[in-house]
């Protein structure tokens, strides 16, 4: 079965400490990885994708991914947490297919205390 | 990156009315477009996929009769609940992929929905 497992509901970081964000996922073919981010009430920005090369990929906002194909990861991180990067964080996998739709997870609910 | 609008992106209505709502892909041509639903504090679920021209394809447990969705071109997809309900209230995200977008989604910014 394909799914996506986010095992952090919540987390909270002090602010300037580093982060990692918890991703394993299932796919029965070439997963395309995404990490997503929300803010109350609002929709969703793309923090970053993987679709192939190197596996470490990096996006905006200060943000990092590593895919381990191995471990079926791709964990988030960030070595310098603000306090505005306090949102809701999804992972999410797709496939090549076009109409392919994406999985995601369940979130992690990140809290940044000063 | 390529842009996905939705109309409106809040909606308000009384308890057995349809509500319809727009998912435009701005700059590009979508061949699928997805609709999902957000519960507060919850993920995304995956509704129903629709191609442009063919019936939508829904998830288990989606009443197609409830949720009509409508992809009559490249660039526009309709949601339209009907006889809303209070337990329909929700978020309702878009997104499509297609055209220079290839393996990406691109989501729109989401309706909120609320039946009294």
């Known amino acids: 079965a394909q799914s996506v497992t986010q095992p952090d509901i919540h987390i909270t970081v002090s602010e300037g400490a580093s982060l990692e964000l918890r991703c394993n996922y299932s796919?029965?073919?070439?997963?395309?990885l995404f990490w997503y981010v929300q803010s109350p009430g609002q929709g969703l920005q793309l923090l970053l994708k993987?679709?192939?090369?190197?596996?470490l990929v990096q996006g905006i906002k200060g943000f990092e991914a590593e895919f381990k194909r191995s471990q079926s990861s791709f964990n988030l991180r960030k070595p310098s947490v603000h306090w505005s990067d306090a949102a809701e964080y999804f992972c999410a996998v797709g496939g090549y297919q076009a109409g392919t739709a994406l999985i995601f997870g369940k979130g992690t609910t990140l809290s940044v205390s000063s | 990156g390529a842009v996905v609008s939705q109309h409106p992106s809040r909606v308000i209505c009384k308890s057995g009315t349809s509500v319809k709502i727009e998912c435009r892909s701005l700059?590009?041509?979508?061949?699928?477009m997805f609709w999902y639903r957000q519960f507060p504090k919850q993920s995304l679920m995956l509704m129903a996929t629709?191609?442009?021209?063919?019936?939508?394809?829904?998830e288990q447990g989606v009443e197609k009769d409830k949720f009509l969705i409508n992809h009559a071109s490249l660039t526009l997809s309709t949601l339209t609940v009907t006889s809303a309900h209070p337990e329909d209230s929700s978020f309702y995200i878009c997104s499509a992929r297609g055209g220079r977008g290839g393996n990406e989604q691109f989501f729109g910014p989401g309706t909120r929905l609320t039946v009294l």
């Open positions: 796919y029965g073919a070439t997963p395309y």
């Open positions: 700059d590009f041509q979508a061949t699928t």
């Open positions: 629709s191609n442009e021209g063919s019936k939508a394809t829904y």
């Open positions: 993987y679709f192939s090369g190197d596996t």
